[in-house]
């Protein structure tokens, strides 16, 4: 059964940190893209990073304080977001992507607040 599964949500202080992690099963991960999404109440959904085996891009909103890794041993790809703002306030959601065929997950709610 294929699944990704984020974790590492949470509350937290405008400036501060946390770590978003995907966890992969039932397809071959390391063979996939992987990409972060979010999505803001009231808003449309937003491709924040993406990594392949080559490259890592992000959008221009969080270019220099996210930071999209992986760990193909683990099967898992990490956001690790630093400088959170009001605005990254959002549902983070995994993606694994490979030609026509992609995953998502169920995501994991991000609130900056103080």
């Known amino acids: 059964q294929v699944q990704l599964v984020e974790s590492g949500g949470g509350l937290v202080q405008p400036g501060g940190s946390l770590r978003l992690s995907c966890l992969a099963s039932g397809f071959s991960f390391s063979n996939y893209a992987m990409r972060w999404y979010r999505q803001a109440p009231g808003k449309e959904r937003e491709l924040v990073a993406a990594i392949t085996s080559f490259s890592t891009n992000y959008a221009d909103s969080v270019k220099g304080r996210f930071t999209i890794s992986r760990d193909n041993t683990k099967n898992t790809g990490y956001l690790q977001m630093s400088s959170l703002k009001p605005e990254d306030t959002a549902v983070y959601y995994c993606?694994?992507?490979?030609?026509?065929?992609?995953?998502w997950g169920k995501g994991t709610l991000v609130t900056v607040s103080s």
């Open positions: 993606n694994a992507i490979r030609d026509l065929r992609q995953y």
